[in-house]
């Protein structure tokens, strides 16, 4: 299993040593990335709020294809990667938060590596990473917990009306499905690690608000919150990811990178949504939080986390 304590922080303003790839494998799209970075500083888009910031980016992503397994680039090395001619539902999310962050820390230019560290510091468990497959966050319940122990989000599921708890279900699908991901297939010596990681995610207090309370407390929702669809099928507990965004006629739409529309749209309203599909039971929501909230003591993350583990 890994061991919470050995996970420093990275620290703002560079990339962890162990980052070694190059370039051309971490990061794709730099035409979208500068066309993007040049209308939010003649926008200023860094002054408003976290949320709507992050639909003003979201926005720009529109229509980008929908690619699966951006996140496997390489046989044995792990490291802080962007797509963005290509997005499956976890990189979308991801990568709009991830600019969001970036863009809160005033600079005269942006950079790749600028947002790499920002994908570095929500992707992984600690915010670090030296190379090791086992240092990401596979499950996204997981991210939730972990990323609201050092202060990037509020996971607001526990407190929202309507929600419950949701008990007994496993998290398997990586090791179940190990041949579909490149390092475990590659690496046959990291599924048992895996397998421990499974069952740490297996023990957090799930909340969620099941779809039929979602019609009426989808006023408590806002801009940007990042919406994990719980599933009724096995192997983990978020089948799928996207944000919440409001169009001006008020009602709440979910914004996803869709493998059956095969590119990254705005979709209808989200209760709508739940509804299209028979295995969607309910959501998980968690709200961006600005930047200044970052938990970058050790000490502080490792109690804030303990906590939220023990459902406090």
């Not at 003649?42 to 002054?47: I, L, P």
């Not at 969620?208 to 940007?224: C, H, W």
């Not at 969607?280 to 993350?301: F, K, Q, T, W």
Request: hydrophobic share 40%.
């Amino acid at each position: 299993m890994l061991i919470l304590a050995l996970l420093v922080p990275v620290a703002p303003g560079r990339l962890s040593a162990g980052v070694t790839l190059p370039k051309a494998t971490v990061f794709k799209g730099e035409g979208k990335f500068r066309a993007i970075m040049a209308k939010a500083q003649a926008e200023k888009w860094s002054a408003l709020p976290p949320g709507r910031r992050m639909t003003r980016i979201a926005g720009e992503l529109a229509g980008t294809p929908y690619v699966g397994y951006t996140l496997e680039i390489d046989d044995k090395v792990e490291s802080p990667s962007v797509n963005l001619e290509g997005l499956d539902c976890w990189t979308f999310f991801e990568a709009v938060l991830g600019i969001s962050r970036m863009l809160e820390t005033p600079r005269t230019a942006y950079s790749w590596e600028d947002l790499l560290r920002e994908i570095e510091w929500t992707r992984y468990r600690g915010g670090r990473c030296t190379g090791g497959y086992l240092e990401r966050i596979h499950y996204l319940d997981e991210w939730f917990f972990d990323n609201a122990a050092r202060g990037n989000v509020d996971h607001l599921s526990a407190g929202l009306p309507g929600a419950v708890c949701l008990r007994g279900r496993e998290s398997t699908e990586m090791t179940n499905l190990w041949k579909g991901y490149r390092y475990l297939r590659e690496n046959p010596s990291l599924r048992p690690a895996m397998r421990q990681c499974e069952l740490r995610v297996e023990s957090l207090p799930i909340c969620y608000v099941p779809k039929a309370k979602v019609p009426a407390m989808e006023g408590k929702l806002q801009d940007g919150d990042v919406i994990g669809i719980v599933t009724t099928e096995t192997g983990g507990v978020c089948s799928h990811v996207g944000l919440a965004v409001r169009t001006e006629d008020g009602v709440l739409h979910f914004m996803h990178a869709s493998r059956n529309y095969k590119k990254v749209l705005v979709d209808k309203r989200l209760s709508g949504y739940l509804d299209d599909f028979s295995h969607h039971a309910g959501i998980m929501v968690a709200r961006p939080l600005p930047v200044a909230s970052a938990v970058r003591d050790e000490g502080e993350y490792k109690k804030r986390l303990a906590r939220l583990m023990a459902g406090k």
